[in-house]
């Protein structure tokens, strides 16, 4: 495999979590603005771990989910008690103060960023993402918060392990509201929808190769039009149904 | 003065969450709209009044796209579409920005010379001071226009509800624009009073300045101006506060905890603003 293609499917991996980390909290009715600080301590956790306690990436990602799931259980109770608007500023004040904590952290490089020693490949990488995805995600909504960030401490884990160098300027808004899109253009109401969306987001910029700046433009006009001809994502509950051909759909078909 | 921009962004924002119920994530975008069209003109050799002039037009025309394809398309849509295109729409211009004029820094001419006044010990400079009575002016006008006029009564109807307000006749099709074109002036005023006196100027030089905004926004009271410009003044204090103890380091921990705090302990802000409950997303 071309080190090209690995590159692209690896990041295609990692946002497929990120975007499971936002869908999660999403189909309990909460946005989540915060997904980026989620998998800053996830990543900065693992990778503190495997450099400093030479725990192998493969035990070391899945605590650096674990610390994100953490910290998310902790500030759950407070943040949670905000709804709509305020809950999502809340998250997003969270991922500020994080990133801005992990400057400040002298430990783990501060402002200079972190190299990470252990070296995982596409393999892990994706065995992790599609655990991910046979993990029934609808199934925990309970504790939807807690458990996306875990998801995101898990990408942030594997970015750290794969790339071999983190900063904190790498977790900052932008990668946060990425991980909202992707749900939210795959679409909220099927499991496939964040899949689907981090697909289109990670590979359409690819497929675009004009130049850096304008495949940006192109790709946040599209997100616009894509917006306001179908607000609802790309897929949708009903036409999943109606394409396993199941007896919901049959029934749906007659009502409608 | 940093304060005065953030309680001018924090207006911009306050007012569409106001009157539409609706956070305009485009906003940074516009103030950065606003800067960057102002450096622009300023070092093709035009006068400077000229460019301040240009920036503000642009921040109108810019805000009217946002309208056209946001709120229009999305206000029956889901609660989270709005926000989203909104979010597109800033990424759509940094990128522009980017793909225009690179991602460098830019540095302004030094447009006013040594208009300091020297006050005791105290440097103010005049510039700072033209631009802080205009911020004061031009918010206080928007107070006017909301309390006084028709256009104001119609505002705080679609305020309370937009479908309510279309049965009752209010031209919600013409008064909607206007809401996003006013938000436009502000952060796009605000982006060519950063660029006059900061003479800096970047294409991502919105979202430092966007997130101190909301925090203004919120800290004061979603939906009162009043209450932003509060906000935006409190987190200037805060800022010069938290250097003083902690060092340059912690500014942004303190800024984002206190909105932390405030959002976990008194969600409607300090000054109040609308229910927890009725904001959407």
């Known amino acids: 495999m071309s080190g090209y293609l690995e590159g692209v499917l690896v990041v295609l991996a990692i946002n497929t979590v990120l975007a499971y980390a936002a869908f999660l909290p999403m189909a309990a009715g909460q946005l989540n603005l915060g997904v980026a600080g989620f998998a800053a301590i996830g990543g900065y956790v693992s990778a503190y771990a495997s450099n400093n306690a030479a725990l192998a990436p493969v035990l070391a990602i899945p605590l650096g989910g674990l610390a994100a799931g953490f910290v ?22 969270l991922s500020q103060i994080v990133q801005s904590a992990i400057l400040n952290l002298e430990v783990v490089g501060g402002a200079a960023g972190f190299p990470v020693t252990a070296y995982i490949r596409l393999p892990t990488v994706a065995a992790f993402a599609v655990g991910v995805f046979v993990l029934d995600v609808r199934a925990f909504q309970v504790a939807a918060f807690a458990l996306g960030s875990l998801l995101a401490g898990i990408a942030g884990g594997l970015y750290a392990h794969h790339f071999n160098y983190i900063e904190a300027q790498y977790f900052n808004v ?34 675009l190769r004009v130049s850096a700046q304008w495949r940006y433009v192109l790709f946040a006009a599209i997100i616009i039009v894509a917006m306001a001809l179908r607000p609802q994502g790309l897929v949708t509950g009903a036409q999943i149904r109606r394409l396993l051909g199941g007896a919901g759909a049959r029934e749906q078909e007659r009502a409608a | 003065m940093l304060g005065a921009i953030y309680a001018m962004v924090g207006v911009a924002l306050t007012f569409g969450i106001g009157v539409l119920r609706f956070l305009n994530f485009s906003i940074p975008g516009l103030f950065m709209a606003g800067g960057m069209t102002t450096w622009a003109l300023v070092n093709a050799g035009l006068p400077w009044p000229v460019a301040a002039a240009a920036a503000l037009v642009v921040g109108a025309l810019a805000a009217l796209v946002v309208e056209r394809f946001t709120w229009r398309w999305m206000r029956h849509a889901g609660p989270y579409v709005p926000l989203v295109s909104s979010m597109a729409f800033l990424l759509l211009f940094e990128n522009l920005a980017v793909a225009h004029w690179g991602s460098d820094l830019r540095t302004m001419p030094r447009l006013f010379g040594s208009a300091d006044w020297r006050i005791g010990g105290l440097v103010i400079s005049l510039p700072q001071v033209v631009g802080l009575a205009c911020a004061i002016g031009l918010i206080w006008c928007l107070s006017l226009l909301l309390r006084r006029t028709r256009i104001g009564r ?123 409950e009725g904001a959407r997303a």
């Open chain 1, 174 to 207: 932008s990668l946060g509201i990425t991980a909202v899109l992707y749900v939210l253009l795959g679409g909220t109401q099927s499991v496939l929808g964040p899949l689907l969306g981090a697909a289109v987001f990670t590979l359409l910029p690819e497929a």
């Open chain 2, 154 to 276: 119609a505002l705080r109807t679609i305020a309370e509800d937009s479908d309510t307000a279309l049965l009752l006749g209010v031209d919600i099709h013409r008064l909607v624009p206007l809401v996003f074109v006013i938000s436009g002036l502000f952060a796009a005023f605000a982006g060519l009073l950063f660029a006059l006196n900061y003479r800096q100027v970047h294409p991502f030089m919105g979202e430092a300045l966007g997130l101190k905004g909301i925090s203004a926004m919120v800290i004061g009271g979603m939906g009162n101006i009043w209450g932003a410009i509060a906000g935006g003044l409190i987190i200037g204090l805060v800022e010069v506060l938290s250097i003083d103890a902690f060092g340059a380091d912690f500014v942004d921990i303190s800024v984002y905890g206190l909105l932390l705090a405030i959002l976990i302990l008194r969600p409607t802000g300090l000054f109040g603003g609308m229910p927890a």
């Open chain 1, 72 to 93: 998310a259980l902790v500030v759950a109770v407070p943040v949670l008690r905000t709804r709509g608007i305020y809950l999502a500023l809340a998250t997003f004040a």
